[in-house]
């Protein structure tokens, strides 16, 4: 079974309603609902590595990438296991990265053009796309309704209301996700196929990707484990703006998308906090 990275409950662990833990860790990114903590192990519940947990967005305001933090821990009803109390103890000193290393977009940054193959023909994106783009990441056997299943559902909304834009979704799992399985996921998924496409890339060429992206992937024991971000770049490639989560509005999405095909950037009222 493959899934989200652990905003939900890991498998294998067996995780009770009340349930509570605290962890040392680094804030490696921020969502409106979520936080991603590269932590310890906590005993009883999570190896060390990376983990998305659910925290209420007034929290979230407060941390920032690279925060150091002795978080309070609580497992839900529904099974999640959510940040309930943070204290931010210092930040990380930033790492010396080598000439050619791969780092995330920042806004206003051109992603490079990239060609990839796609389900109607080659997709280009990046520089030289021409056509505003909502980037995303899923893949056709993803079990979490919160997750892939979500998204694509939300995307179906997104398409008929982008106008002269387009959304590609890049599948994460090449290994079983042919291009010919993803062009039936579209159908199935009610993709309209001029604005809706799919593309496929080969492991190494995804991982530099989802780098640029600022996303992440992890295989574990046969689990697909991955963030759920979605950027929209202009029609030079350029990242206007980033969401880590499911929790963005389709009507806002929609109106970065329209404002990048004028030519006049993100609508303040729609600016991530």
């Known amino acids: 079974m493959r899934g989200l990275i652990a905003v939900f409950a890991l498998a294998g662990c067996n995780f009770v ?13 921020v969502g409106q609902h979520s936080v991603r903590l590269e932590h310890g192990p906590v005993p009883g519940a999570f ?18 990438p690279g925060d150091l933090i002795q978080a309070n821990l609580m497992t839900a009803e529904d099974g999640t296991v959510r940040i309930i109390g943070a ?15 791969v780092i995330a977009l920042a806004e206003g940054e051109q992603l490079p053009a990239l060609t990839m193959p796609g389900v109607d023909g080659p997709v280009l994106i990046g520089a030289g796309q021409g056509v505003p783009t909502v980037l995303t990441f899923l893949f056709t056997s993803c079990p979490m309704p919160e997750a892939c299943p ?6 179906k909304e997104l398409q008929g209301q982008l106008g002269h834009g387009r959304i590609v979704s890049v599948t994460l799992d090449p290994a079983r996700d042919s291009l010919e399985v993803l062009k039936a996921y579209g159908a199935e998924r009610g993709a309209n196929p001029a604005t809706w496409t799919f593309a496929r890339l080969e492991l190494d060429a995804l991982k530099t990707l989802l780098l640029r992206a600022g996303a992440s992937r ?8 991955h963030s759920l971000h979605i950027l929209v770049l202009d029609g030079d490639g350029r990242l206007l703006w980033r969401g880590s989560d499911n929790s963005w509005e389709v009507d806002d999405v929609a109106a970065w998308v329209t404002m990048a095909r004028l030519g006049k950037g993100l609508p303040a009222a729609a600016t991530p906090q």
């Open 150 to 155: 979500l998204l694509a559902s939300k995307l």
């Open 218 to 225: 992890v295989e574990s024991q046969g689990d697909i484990l």
């Open 87 to 101: 204290k931010v103890t210092g930040h990380e000193e930033p790492l010396a990265l080598a000439p050619d290393a």
């Open 17 to 29: 309603a009340g349930d509570t833990y605290s962890v040392n860790g680094v804030v490696r990114d």
């Open 47 to 64: 190896e060390e590595g990376a983990t998305t947990f659910v925290v209420d967005p007034n929290l979230a305001r407060q941390l920032r």
